[in-house]
């Protein structure tokens, strides 16, 4: 079946070419249900039973996007495998019964299935599935902004010190507006992230192990944050984060043994519940708020973003679009959101990438910018980009949304959809406050767009997603230029691509037991190619061009590149989904390896951004700054939102390192 | 010409005998909807697989109402199957006699189950019988 990944012509035709995988002993019904989706005008592969089904899900990872089982199955039990797809694939799984009991609607919604359908299974029941694909892909789109952006914009403006991650003030403030954002959209989850704002740890799959190996050691029982810190003598992480890690890992154990924690998902749905990163929820709140107060971001964007959350269809709960004009998401024409991955390539085809396989996503740069930021928690800069006022304004009320929902940490593995992380919605906090409007815009955008999709491709904001990225890079706040924005609108359809890609990257993690997806998605991330990245900047340049919004043009350019890394094909995925699921900024844990991303990807982002001063021209993302290097791939959102930091600062100014945000006036953004 | 005319009408009043003697209910027209010139045999494919599965079926649970003591959560399980299989292809009595059936289980009513399962086996019988008729005549109209 559908393997298309690499066409990244969904759009239009969305949700034609939807890849369905349908589970189920009986032939009868399978014919039936078979010829049912291909009516429909999906792509179909059907199975009858479920250890084959879980095969095919895992040897083609991105294979599809979404699973249909029954309940009763003669070798597994249909939930069983709902978690388990929810977990290593983070794919939506839609169960189908002809016992309509509602204990067994209620076992369904507890572990995860985003729909149930009552056997005989009618086809107009059938058209509607697509929906589950682009609710998830939009949220973990908001995860990975959540997650990426710790600050918001409208926080003030860090100073560039990536140490200087933990400012509970930060938080707090972020918290605050990033509440109002969650509790209009009421983003479920994540509260916890506005306490912590830290920049983002990213929980890679040798660090949960080493975590994992340190509780056990411990015993789970004696396994506090402080003692587990030290055996794991893991240099730069601290005792919040451990802490908040472990505060799901044993919600997750919990779940395991039978007692569903508040969710009832996978750990990693706890995760994102409440995300322990902080930066999740907190940055998706913020990121909206600064990004919308710049107003830059263009419904559009957000609602590319959001689009972009969907393809992840992190299976997180409730989280609505953001405010992010729903509508955005599908507005897909402009944006291809490629159900698959490979969209990369197409990003710079100077179409807005549709990150969402198959899903067509509006995001514009400002979107990936969004995505960005929520993927990483830029920290200060995040808030700062946004902060600085974007002109537009209108933008703003976008931004606020997408800040919103995205910090699900689940973007990993939630059981039933396992986001995966997804760009933290972080994206949406404008980081560069500087009067990169561009930037704030490509914030705004991003964050508006990431927030329900995820990878929308945030044109505009693509500034903002740079911003999240450095954290403490330093955007260069003033001298963001703008005007190369293309390029960065370019950059946020990668990252609305992005947000499609985590789909895919669910796919790749493979939890191991469960819990581990998510961490395996980051690993995943960190393993896909770089080049995807730059792909996406190209694509990204592109969508700057066609966004132009004005300043965005340097923004823009970068959220291509963030998006680029987080989601360029499934491993953008991954990518995405480690930030969205950690909801950490990559920042913070990449401190010291490549995530340095974040700055590096500020810096990148703006050489970039420089570039695309000039003009959006993808290929300079690319071939600048985009490298890989700059985001690693597991950080899929937060290498995009680095990246576009980078490009920015380098846009805005020079150095690549230079990333102070002085320029910017973060915490001016209004949020 | 006429023949076929003369086909085309036994063909509908047995095709309408089949719902009028609630042997089959709205599922049936639905499988015939999905039938198009891409799958212009669908509704027999269907019929056909469905009573490959449930005759095998039938046999399963005949020899689980042979045990005694009778483990009726197994019979559940296969009574569950069956009536899947026999809602997706419209098969109303039939379908009525399993969730009959299912109740008896529960309620550990062995002599109910046996008593069911002979109409069910009644019914699906007759069913099968005049849905292959149906099939004939179908084809022979080409």
Sequence with gaps: MSTASSSVTVSDQFPAGLRVLVVDDDPTCLRILEKMLGTCLYEVTKCNRAEIALDMLRTNKNGYDIVISDVHMPDMDGFKLLEQVGLEMDLPVIMMSADDSKQVVMKGVTHGACDYLIKPVRIEALKNIWQHVVRKRKNEWKDLEQSGSVEEGDRQPKPSEEADYSSSANEGNWRTSKRRKDEEEEIEERDDTSTLKKPRVVWSVELHQQFVSAVNQLGIDKAVPKKILELMNVPGLTRENVASHLQKYRLYLRRLSGVSPHQGNSFISSHSQEPPYGSLSSLSGLDFQTLAATGQIPAQSLATLQAAGLARSAAKPGLPMPLVDQRNIFSFDNQKLRFGEGQPQHMSSGKQMNLLHGIPTTMDSKQLVNLHHSAQSLGSLNMQASAHGNPSGQSSPLLMQMAQPQSRGQILTETSGGQVPRLPTSVGHPILSNGAAGAMLAINGIGENSRGTGYNSVSQTSSVLNFPLNHSAELPGNSFPLGSTPGISAGMSTLTTKGGFQEEINSDIKGSGGFMPSYDIFNDLQ????????????????????????????????????????????????????????????????EGSEHGIALNVGQHLNSLLVDNSTRVKSERVTDTSCQPTLLPQHFGQEDLMSAILKQQQDGLGPAENDFEFDGYSLDNIPV | MERNQQLRRQLASMRQSLFDQGHLDEQFILLEELQ???????????????????????????????????????????????????????????????????????????????????????????????????????????
């Excluded at chain 2, 020899?63 to 292809?89: C, V, W």
């Design chain 1, 527 to 590: 393993q896909h190619k770089p080049h995807n990245w730059e792909l996406q900047n190209v694509g990204f340049a592109f969508d700057a061009s066609q966004h132009s919004n004005s300043l965005q043009a340097s923004v823009d350019v970068t959220p291509s590149v963030l998006v680029n890394q987080g989601y360029s094909s499934s491993q953008r995925n991954v990518q995405n989904s480690n930030v969205s699921a950690m909801g950490k900024p990559i920042f913070s844990v990449g």
């Design chain 2, 36 to 142: 198009d010139d891409a799958n212009p045999n669908f509704v027999e494919e269907v019929v056909t697989l469905h009573y490959r599965d449930s005759a095998r079926l039938i046999t399963t649970i005949e020899r689980a109402l042979e045990k005694s003591p009778l483990d009726f959560n197994k019979l559940d399980g296969y009574m569950h199957q069956f009536k899947g299989s026999s809602t997706s292809i419209g098969a109303k009595k039939v379908k009525a006699e399993s969730t009959q059936f299912r109740e008896y289980c529960e309620a550990g009513n062995g002599e109910g189950c046996l008593k069911t399962f002979q109409l069910l086996k009644r019914d699906y019988a007759t069913l099968r019988r005049k849905l292959e008729a149906y099939f004939q005549v179908l084809l022979c109209m080409g």
